[in-house]
């Protein structure tokens, strides 16, 4: 079992930077070869894909947060971090770290997913 505990939201204002972080704890072996991945769910929408680091190789954004928010792995490959900048209101939502194993092509689905956070609220007011 992996444990996955995200900190790091808050309120700002539009135009700020917020910091996540995901800490993977428990059977944390297969984590640093797992893809690492951010999804959100905004207020009253469905969930969303934000930024994954698959197998611990590339990053991939959703493009509307491409060149704002940067994706990245601590030395020990099991923690996650998520620069937020440039913060929009649009960004308002409930973030959530997830491990997993998906192919490439697949690293949208949040179905393919085993561990999930508890998620982190982040509110971006205009």
């Known amino acids: 079992q992996v444990q996955l505990v995200e900190s790091g939201g808050g309120m700002v204002q539009a135009g700020e930077s917020l910091r996540l972080s995901c800490t993977a704890s428990?059977?944390?072996?297969?984590?640093?070869?797992?893809?690492l991945t951010w999804f959100r769910q905004p207020p009253g929408k469905e969930g969303e894909f934000v930024a994954a680091?698959?197998?611990?190789?590339?990053?991939y954004y959703a493009d509307s947060v491409k060149g704002r928010f940067t994706l990245s792995r601590g030395n020990v490959k099991t923690t996650l971090y998520l620069q937020m900048d440039t913060l929009k209101p649009e960004d308002t939502a409930v973030y959530y770290c997830a491990a997993g194993r998906p192919i490439l092509s697949s690293i949208r689905d949040p179905n393919l997913y085993n561990y999930w956070g508890q998620g982190t609220q982040v509110t971006v007011s205009s």
């Open positions: 680091n698959f197998r611990n190789t590339n990053t």
């Open positions: 428990g059977s944390t072996c297969n984590t640093y070869t797992s893809t």
